[in-house]
C-alpha cells in the first residue's frame, strides 16, 4: 500500500459495532475530571501525561493484565456530567476516523459507586451520545454490559435497565470481563431474560477462553453476534456453526493482539474467516487502552493482512448488515455507507 492509499484509507466510511466507553476516555479528561470532582492524581505534575496509566503496552500477557487499567478511569466517571462529557467524546473520536455509526458498551454497575443507579448510567450515557450525534454528524447506540464476574442477581437488575430503554438508545445487551474465569454458561438465566424481553444479545467469546465458549454463547444464550471471537480456529465444528448461523465477529485486532488471543498479525485469522464466508465485522475495542482508532485498526489490516481497499470496504459493509438497528434504520445505514463508497469510486 502506498501513501496516496493509506490517504484512502482515512476517507474510507467506517463503523465501530465494539468500542467500550471507559476503555476509550481521552486523557485530558480525566484531568479535568479529577480537578473538578476533587480527586487525587497518581502523578506528580499537573501536566504529565495520564496516557501511561490508560493504555496497555507489548508487554501485556492476558486479558486479565488488560482488564486491570481499567481500575484507573472508573473512579473519575461515577457522575451523570461525567458519562456525558466521556460519551459526547466517543462520538467525536469516531467521526475522526469517518464512523458514520458506532455502538459504544459499557457496564452500568461500575458507574454505580457514588449514588447513580444502573439506569440513570444508562440515561446519561444515551444524553451523551445524543449530544455527539448532533455535533458529529454519526449515529450512536448504546450496548448494555452484564460483568462476568458480578451476581446473577446484578445482572438481572442491569438486564430490567437496560429493558427500559431498548429502543430509546439501547440497542443490546452484552456479557463482558474476565471470560478464562468466568463461562457464559454462569449467566444463562440473565440471558434467558434478555431473550425473554427481545433484547439483542452479543457476548464477548473466543477471546480469553476457548471455541466451546462460542458454541455456548450462541446455542445457549441466544448471542446474536459475538465478541471477538478469535479462538474459533480451534474447533472446526464452532466455525461451521458461526458460519451457518450468519453470526457476525465483532473482531478487534489490535486488542486481540495486546491481550493474546492470538500469537500475531501473521497467524491473526480474519483473512481466513472471511475466504471461509464468515461475516467479519472490524472494530477499536478500546481506543485509548488499546492506543487505536477506526483509521489504525484499517491501517493494520492493510500492512500486516494485505487489505485492500475494496476488501476494507466490504468490512464496513458487513458492519452495517451486522448493526443492531431495526430495518428501517439499517436501511439507511447502508443506504449511506454505499453513497460514501461511491464518491471514493468502491
Ligand atoms: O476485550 C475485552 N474483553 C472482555 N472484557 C472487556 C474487554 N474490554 C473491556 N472489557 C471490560 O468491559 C468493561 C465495561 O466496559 C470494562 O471495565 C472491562 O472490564
Ligand atoms: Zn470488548
Not at 476516555?25 to 501536566?47: F, H, M, Y
Not at 462520538?91 to 459499557?106: D, G, I, K, M, W
Not at 444508562?122 to 462476568?148: N, P, S, W, Y
Amino acid at each position: 500500500m502506498n501513501q496516496a492509499q493509506y490517504e484512502q484509507i482515512k476517507l474510507l466510511p467506517k463503523i465501530d459495532l465494539h468500542v467500550h466507553l471507559d476503555g476509550s476516555v481521552k486523557p485530558d479528561t480525566i484531568r479535568d475530571l479529577a480537578k473538578s470532582q476533587g480527586k487525587a492524581l497518581p502523578v506528580a505534575s499537573e501536566n504529565d501525561d495520564l496516557t501511561p496509566w490508560m493504555q496497555i503496552d507489548e508487554s501485556c500477557t492476558s486479558l486479565v493484565e488488560y482488564l486491570s487499567k481499567f481500575n484507573f478511569v472508573l473512579p473519575f466517571m461515577q457522575t451523570a456530567e461525567s458519562l456525558e462529557r466521556i460519551a459526547e467524546e466517543i462520538v467525536e473520536q469516531a467521526a475522526a476516523s469517518n464512523c458514520l455509526y458506532v455502538e459504544v458498551r459499557f457496564a452500568p454497575i461500575l458507574h454505580t459507586l457514588e449514588g447513580l443507579s444502573a439506569s440513570d448510567a444508562i440515561k446519561h450515557t444515551i444524553a451523551g451520545l445524543r449530544r455527539g450525534e448532533q455535533m458529529f454528524d454519526v449515529k450512536a447506540r448504546v450496548i448494555v454490559i452484564c460483568m462476568r464476574h458480578d451476581s446473577i442477581e446484578n445482572n438481572l437488575e442491569v438486564i430490567d435497565a437496560a429493558r427500559d430503554y431498548y429502543g430509546k438508545g439501547v440497542a443490546a445487551v452484552d456479557l463482558a470481563g474476565d471470560e478464562a474465569g468466568f463461562p457464559p454458561g454462569l449467566h444463562r438465566e440473565v440471558f434467558e431474560r434478555a431473550s425473554k424481553y427481545n433484547l439483542p444479545i452479543t457476548i464477548h467469546a473466543g477471546e480469553a477462553g476457548g471455541s466451546n465458549n462460542v458454541r455456548e454463547a450462541i446455542t445457549e444464550l441466544g448471542a446474536a453476534r459475538i465478541g471477538h471471537g478469535v479462538r474459533i480456529t480451534e474447533d472446526p465444528s464452532v466455525m461451521e456453526l458461526v458460519k451457518s448461523t450468519r453470526t457476525p465477529l465483532e473482531m478487534c485486532p489490535v486488542s486481540n493482539i495486546q491481550t493474546k488471543a492470538v500469537s500475531g498479525w501473521d497467524t491473526y485469522p480474519i483473512r481466513r474467516f472471511m475466504e471461509e464466508g464468515i461475516l467479519v465485522t472490524v472494530n477499536t475495542d478500546n481506543m485509548t487502552v488499546s492506543g487505536t482508532t477506526m483509521n489504525l485498526e484499517f491501517e493494520m489490516l492493510a500492512e500486516h493482512c494485505g487489505f485492500t481497499l475494496e476488501e476494507l470496504a466490504q468490512l464496513t459493509r458487513n458492519s452495517a448488515e451486522a448493526a443492531f438497528l431495526s430495518e428501517e434504520e439499517k436501511s439507511e445505514l447502508r443506504e449511506a455507507v454505499q453513497q460514501a463508497l461511491q464518491k471514493l469510486g468502491l
